[in-house]
T-cell receptor
Framework: GAVVSQHPSRVICKSGTSVKIECRSL??????MFWYRQFPKQSLMLMAT?????????EQGVEKDKFLINHASLTLSTLTVTSAHPEDSSFYIC?????????FGEGSRLTVL | EDQVTQSPEALRLQEGESSSLNCSYT??????LFWYRQDPGKGPEFLFT???AGEEKEKERLKATLTKKESFLHITAPKPEDSATYLC??????????FGAGTILRVKS
């Protein structure tokens, strides 16, 4: 299957700082990538759809200015959590479509102190 | 409202004890149904896609089936390494994915 890579896998930052998470499709081009957030023992919650060369589409209730998404190339999307606060601590997962199927990255654990 | 419901929430099996996980859905414009395996602290690992009622797919000890209202993930003679959370998700026209809450499977040796 297709490979989606996320980096970093774990990040700890101080409150008020910004953190960038990268999502790469390693062996295919992805015009669309998706960003999810997952709370402990819960399922994935779609945050936004990232479209190459255009603005991301955010789900209702997700702050666009807090979670900045950039999809600058066909193999890279980034999620920047701006002015992070402890409540932003979570597991963030990206995914990319390959044909009809959806493949996920390994996830990034963000801890905001 | 589009909804995907998985049952049971948690399942404990003895090694070798076969069972099934259920995923029922009420989703408009269904294009397909995915099954994923998720280990703690990891992203979901793709298992199967099912596109039409009656379709079946197999991979090692896992077999996924699909009807018009639900999907089953059958686990035959499970091993401890099959322990994980199994997620199903329905993909709609427009590419929106609706996830179930998952079934936590624990297989004891």
């Amino acid at each position: 299957g297709a490979v989606v890579s996320q980096h970093p896998s774990r990040v700890i930052c101080k409150s008020g700082t910004s953190v960038k998470i990268e999502c790469r499709s390693l062996d295919f081009q992805a015009t669309t990538m998706f960003w999810y957030r997952q709370f402990p023992k819960q399922s994935l919650m779609l945050m936004a759809t990232s479209n190459e060369g255009s603005k991301a589409t955010y789900e209702q209730g997700v702050e666009k200015d807090k979670f900045l998404i950039n999809h600058a190339s066909l193999t890279l999307s980034t999620l920047t959590v701006t002015s992070a606060h402890p409540e932003d601590s979570s597991f963030y997962i990206c995914s990319a479509r390959f044909g009809w199927e959806l493949f996920f990255g390994e996830g990034s654990r963000l801890t905001v102190l | 409202e589009d909804q995907v419901t998985q049952s049971p929430e948690a399942l404990r099996l003895q090694e070798g004890e076969s069972s099934s996980l259920n995923c029922s859905y009420t989703v408009s414009g269904l294009r397909g149904l995915f099954w994923y395996r998720q280990d703690p602290g990891k992203g979901p690992e793709f298992l199967f896609t099912l596109y039409s009622a009656g379709e079946e797919k197999e991979k090692e000890r896992l077999k996924a089936t699909l009807t018009k209202k639900e999907s089953f993930l059958h686990i035959t003679a499970p091993k401890p390494e099959d322990s994980a959370t199994y997620l199903c998700a329905a993909i709609q026209y427009g590419n929106k994915l609706v996830f179930g809450a998952g079934t936590i499977l624990r297989v004891k040796s």
